[in-house]
T-cell receptor, first 114, second 114 residues
């Protein structure tokens, strides 16, 4: 079974631009969660989608948004990029996302904001 | 107050020794606990999960959970240089609606030297 895939793997943007990242979950997984990982803050939860609905949201500004499509693929958008948005963005999929459900991570998208 | 705490390390152990990694959490409602391994430049990889008090063994890995003390640990027996990585403890955090999100600790860096 194929793992979680994320595209693109690397991105370089400048301040003020916007960016869209894509995540394809493991086949049969309906929950997709997004995380931001930086050396200083570690892994921070952004949001979780299940059946095209956002179920949970972390403490990030409204510039960070996402959506999920009917095939469970998910996209994350960051508008008006800031230098501090430079990070590794990871998505993780699980079957349902409720308790006792393991999450499997994709390879991540490395975003650099100049 | 951090919700999931880990000693950042580095924890240095000789090859063949037992490495002991510890994690404490604050949310008494947490029901599931995960250990991820992350090599430098890679995404987290799930290695163990535990839901019930006590020990769970999988090969060279043993996860231990004590809900009364809000403590979870990971033991790695016969440590190998290839075990050198950052180990992330993750705890489910129940949220409104019966769903949950994973809260990660900052990770413990393990270095196994020959």
């Amino acid at each position: 079974k194929a793992g979680v895939t994320q595209t693109p793997r690397y991105l370089i943007k400048t301040r003020g631009q916007q960016v869209t990242l894509s995540c394809s979950p493991i086949s049969g997984h309906r929950s997709v969660s997004w995380y931001q990982q930086t050396p200083g803050q570690g892994l921070q939860f952004l949001f979780e989608y299940f059946s095209e609905t956002q179920r949970n949201k972390g403490n990030f500004p409204g510039r960070f948004s996402g959506r999920q499509f009917s095939n469970s693929r998910s996209e994350m958008n960051v508008s008006t990029l800031e230098l501090g948005d430079s990070a590794l963005y990871l998505c993780a999929s699980s079957v349902t996302g409720v308790s006792y459900n393991e999450q499997f991570f994709g390879p991540g998208t490395r975003l650099t904001v100049l | 107050q951090k919700e999931v705490e880990q000693n950042s390390g580095p924890l240095s152990v000789p090859e063949g020794a037992i490495a002991s990694l510890n994690c404490t959490y604050s949310d008494r409602g947490s029901q599931s606990f995960f250990w991820y391994r992350q090599y430098s430049g890679k995404s987290p990889e799930l290695i163990m999960f535990i839901y019930s008090n006590g020990d769970k063994e999988d090969g060279r890995f043993t996860a231990q959970l004590n809900k009364a003390s809000q403590y979870v640990s990971l033991l790695i027996r016969d440590s190998q240089p290839s075990d050198s990585a950052t180990y992330l403890c993750a705890v489910n955090s129940p949220v409104t609606g019966g769903y949950n999100k994973l809260i990660f600790g900052a990770g413990t860096r393990l270095a196994v030297h020959p």
